[in-house]
């Protein structure tokens, strides 16, 4: 079993900037590939970045130069910073894993951004 637990998400301005982060309970070296979705309101969920198994990370094409994921193995714990923030943006984001075959999914945190 693993635990996701995201945080980090709120209202912004358009613009602005906002970091989540998303903690695990066991080592995320055993966990991939792991990294974020998200769900616009009405819409279907959609892939934002994650770590490949092979530990390179990949990018919705929409968002690259404007999202970053990250890592700090230590913390057991993945971010997405989020730069330039745009009313397109909000959604809820999930926090996701794999480990052992077997999908791993957060609470999701709620990200609004305003115009």
């Known amino acids: 079993q693993v635990q996701l637990v995201e945080s980090g998400g709120g209202l912004v301005q358009a613009g602005g900037s906002l970091r989540l982060s998303c903690a695990a309970s066991?080592?995320?070296?055993?966990?991939?590939?792991m990294g974020w979705y998200r769900q616009p309101p009405g819409k279907q969920r959609e892939l934002v970045a994650h770590?490949?198994?092979?530990?390179?990370?990949n990018y919705a094409d929409s968002l690259k130069g404007r999202f970053t994921i990250s890592r700090d193995n230590a913390k057991n714990t993945v971010y997405l910073q989020m730069n330039s923030l745009k009313p397109e943006d909000t959604a809820v984001y999930y926090c996701y894993g794999v480990r052992l075959g077997h999908d791993y999914w957060g609470q999701g945190t709620q990200v609004t951004v305003s115009s």
């Open positions: 770590f490949t198994s092979g530990g390179s990370t």
């Open positions: 066991r080592n995320i070296f055993s966990i991939n590939p």
